[in-house]
């Protein structure tokens, strides 16, 4: 019997990452990438106990983790760089049995563009349209004028996916209510943790502290914006950022200082309002196209990760693809649903502008014990890959 074939569009960490869990099934996997290059690019990424375990499963662990750097410890401070929560980031994921890491995000990438052959990627194809055959395969086309095709078709192309868009075209991605500045730079600060992740939380926005391997930290800072592509917020560069968070402790200021203006990325955040369906027959959507999530849980690439090991398990125990992506859709409602609103609200909850609000707000997270924070780390990371 022929191998059978998936047509996977988008080659981002959900696309990569699924063509590598169907090779390792022994499926044919062609993936096609609308940009002339993969996107190597980015800054720093969180990869939970729940996305490393499902890199394990993909034969990615050992990659990882030599690119990985493992979070000990996750913190939230106040301005003036006071204790407000601590989680022992290492005690909750031992129970899972993997490690928390961060790693950059060109890092991932390469690891995964490279873990699959070069025959099997094709960049420069922009997929414009998408039917579904008489003999249940799918054909996809592409703007250059060539098609192909699959006996189903995963489509892993972001959070603006159009094939989401032609399948369900009142879903669109909406806005968070804040923007957002990424980098990285070399150097830990004098006085820093090593290994803690730390979030500052001040009525001015939010600053994330995030080390990575090799000496260097990823920062990000999210400020309130009413609406998006804010023109006074665009223009903020390093010095503007300097300038806004002033009044915060002097770490962030260390790292602003560091920071090259070119080396800077910036992007409104947006999610995706949870969609009631991810399989239209031999059609599946995954990664952000399917579930996209603020970053506040650090969890869209793990979902992405989580994604394609269970596509690759439902395709091995079902014959009919039809049925595979159903239950693959089963599967993975209800834990991304869940995950996109905690991590919405957690970012509402996080950027809270009025002081007297904020002062209530790190009362109230001094005053839950280390405990339930890490219970609630566990629903994130407690994933099991049952079929
Ligand atoms: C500020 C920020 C911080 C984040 N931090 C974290 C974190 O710490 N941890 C974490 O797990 N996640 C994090 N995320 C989320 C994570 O980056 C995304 O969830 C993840 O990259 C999604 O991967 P994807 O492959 O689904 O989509 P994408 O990375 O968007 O990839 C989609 C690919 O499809 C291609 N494409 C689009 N349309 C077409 C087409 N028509 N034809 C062909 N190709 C097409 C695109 O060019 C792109 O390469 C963060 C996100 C942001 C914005």
């Known amino acids: 019997m022929a191998k059978r074939k998936f047509i996977v569009i988008g080659g981002g960490i959900a696309g990569l990452c699924t063509a590598i869990a169907l090779r390792n099934k022994g499926f044919e996997a062609e993936v096609y990438e609308s940009a002339v290059q993969l996107k190597e690019a980015g800054a720093g990424l969180g990869v939970g106990a729940n996305a490393l375990k499902a890199m394990q499963r993909l034969g990615m662990g050992d990659k990882l983790m030599e690119r990985g750097k493992v979070l000990k ?19 909750v994921s031992s129970l899972f049995g993997t490690d928390n890491i961060t790693i950059h995000r060109a890092d991932l990438l390469h690891v995964l563009a490279k873990s699959l052959p070069d025959s099997c990627i094709q960049t420069n194809k922009k997929c414009v349209g998408i039917s579904r055959q008489p003999d249940g395969g799918v054909r996809v086309s592409f703007q250059d ?4 095709s699959g006996d189903g078709l995963i ?9 989401r868009q032609q399948l369900i075209p009142a879903a669109a991605p909406r806005y968070a209510g804040y923007t957002c500045w990424r980098s990285v730079v070399t150097g830990v ?11 500052t939380w001040g009525s001015k926005g939010r ?3 995030v080390p990575l391997k090799d000496d260097r930290i990823y920062w990000f800072a999210c400020v309130n914006a009413a609406s998006p592509r804010d023109p006074k917020l665009a223009g903020f560069r390093t ?5 806004h968070f002033s009044g915060y402790h002097a770490t962030i200021r260390e790292l602003l200082e560091k920071t090259d203006d070119g080396a800077l990325l910036h992007n409104d955040i947006y999610d995706l309002k949870p ?4 399989a239209f027959g031999s059609v599946v959507l995954i990664g952000d196209a399917a579930h996209a999530t603020t970053p506040n849980l650090g969890q869209g690439a793990g979902q992405a990760m989580e994604d394609a090991v269970f596509v690759a398990e439902c395709l091995e125990r079902y014959s009919s693809v039809e049925e ?13 649903r869940k995950i996109v609103n905690t991590s919405w609200t957690l970012g509402k909850v996080a950027q809270l502008e009025s002081k007297l609000l904020c002062s209530l707000r790190n009362g109230l997270f001094r005053a839950i014990p280390a405990k339930v924070n890490e219970r609630q780390l566990r629903f994130l990371l407690d994933v099991r890959f049952d079929i």
């Open 73 to 91: 410890a996750a913190r939230i401070v106040n301005e003036k760089g006071e204790l407000i929560a601590k989680t022992d980031s290492v005690k």
């Open 189 to 199: 600060p004098a006085g820093y943790e090593a290994g803690a992740f730390t979030e």
């Open 275 to 278: 969609i009631r369906r991810f």
């Open 145 to 148: 004028g060539t098609t192909a």
């Open 324 to 336: 595979a992506f159903a239950r693959f859709e089963q599967l993975r409602l209800p834990r991304t």
């Open 239 to 243: 010095q503007e950022l300097i300038e």
């Open 155 to 163: 489509a892993a192309d972001g959070i603006r996916s159009s094939i």
């Open 207 to 209: 600053f994330g502290i």
